[in-house]
């Protein structure tokens, strides 16, 4: 059975920084990428970060580049975004997945075709 520990949300003021993680387990070592997702109040669940296992090779969503760095640990199958300069409009529930299958696109990997979702974080940035 696949399951994720997410951590590291909370309330945050406009301008301020947050580490979320999440802790995956019952994947193995056998899965493609890792990724974070956010869902404001009112709006779609939307790809905010992604990073293959393999090569390290990363996406970033527009709205975050030059403010959010994934990483990852692969001994740990854990994923960690970190987010500075931090907007109200960051506000949302941080959700992180796993993609097993290879995905030969570009971009970020489309929702429908994540495996394994998380619970999700709420991250809360004050203005």
């Known amino acids: 059975q696949v399951q994720f520990v997410e951590s590291g949300g909370g309330l945050v003021h406009a301008g301020g920084s947050v580490r979320l993680s999440c802790a995956a387990s019952?994947?193995?070592?056998?899965?493609?990428?890792m990724g974070w997702f956010r869902q404001a109040p009112g709006k779609e669940r939307e790809g905010v970060s992604s990073?293959?296992?393999?090569?390290?090779?990363?996406y970033y969503a527009d709205s975050v580049k030059g403010r959010f760095t994934i990483s990852r640990d692969n001994a740990k199958n854990t994923v960690y975004l970190q987010m500075n300069s931090l907007k109200p409009e960051d506000t949302a529930v941080y959700y992180c997945?796993?993609?097993?299958?290879?995905?030969?696109?570009?971009?970020?990997?489309?929702?429908?075709?994540?495996?394994?979702w998380g619970q999700g974080t709420q991250v809360t940035v004050s203005s």
């Open positions: 997945a796993t993609k097993i299958w290879p995905f030969s696109g570009s971009g970020m990997i489309p929702l429908y075709l994540w495996d394994y």
């Open positions: 990073i293959t296992r393999s090569d390290g090779t990363t």
């Open positions: 019952g994947i193995g070592s056998d899965y493609y990428a």
